[in-house]
């Protein structure tokens, strides 16, 4: 089992170019997740999938969009990249237990640079 | 909201020393709460995570971390600090919804 996968690994952008980060999962989990980390800032929550079919923004969805293509893959696209959305991307997957988020799995990360 | 705060970004310590770090957490209902472990660009693996069984929970490589209530901490120790401890390490909460909230984390340096 590969658990999540994410690709690229590595990007670099020009400002205004756009982009789609890609994650697969092959644990048969619900809830889906993009996170982006930033030295000093821990991780910020961009957009969430509770579930196949669902999405929500999370704590800075500003300048991305995702779609929760099926119940495996979870895409984040950058529309317009700007160089603010220079970091690393992660994304995770759960199965809640009893409504509360039980133990999230990473991915390896994608490393993007926007100049 | 919940939040989540690791007190010291950085710690230095000897190898063969106690390892502490700190978090402290701000919820209302007793939590769900992880320490994750981050090594050199890799992704988060889990260490050990608190969901209301045992208040003193042990994980992986030696780590441990005791809940208390009355504080709203969750430290994390590990009696004996080894080299390959050097790392960054996240704590998160987890409170009647699909999100967790992180902490900005501690880089924990190893010197010999």
């Known amino acids: 089992n590969a658990g999540v996968t994410q690709t690229p690994k590595f990007q670099v952008l020009k400002t205004g170019q756009s982009m789609t980060l890609q994650c697969a999962q092959d644990?048969?989990?619900?809830?889906m997740y993009w996170y982006r980390q930033d030295p000093g800032m821990g991780l910020r929550l961009i957009y969430y999938?509770?579930?196949?079919?669902?999405?929500d923004k999370g704590e800075v969805p500003n300048g991305y969009n995702v779609s929760r293509l099926n119940k495996r893959e979870f895409s984040l696209r950058l529309e317009s990249a700007a160089p603010s959305q220079t970091s690393v991307y992660f994304c995770?997957?759960?199965?809640?237990?009893?409504?509360?988020?039980?133990?999230?799995?990473f991915g390896p990360g994608t490393r993007l640079t926007v100049l | 909201a919940q939040s989540v705060t690791q007190l010291g970004s950085h710690v230095s310590v000897s190898e063969g020393a106690l390892v502490l770090l700190r978090c402290n957490y701000s919820?209302?209902?007793?939590?769900?709460l992880f320490w994750y472990v981050q090594y050199p660009n890799q992704g988060l693996q889990l260490l050990l995570k608190y969901t209301s069984a045992a208040t003193l929970v042990k994980g992986i490589n030696g780590f441990e971390a005791e809940f208390k209530k009355s504080e709203t901490s969750f430290h994390l120790t590990k009696p004996s600090a080894h080299m390959s401890d050097a790392a960054e390490y996240f704590c998160?909460?987890?409170?009647?919804?699909?999100?967790?909230?992180f902490g900005a984390g501690t880089t924990v340096t190893v010197r010999a």
């Open positions: 999938s509770a579930s196949e079919g669902t999405t």
């Open positions: 644990m048969n989990h619900n809830s």
């Open positions: 919820s209302s209902v007793p939590p769900y």
């Open positions: 995770a997957t759960t199965n809640p237990t009893s409504g509360l988020t039980d133990t999230q799995y």
């Open positions: 998160a909460v987890s409170v009647n919804d699909y999100k967790l909230s």
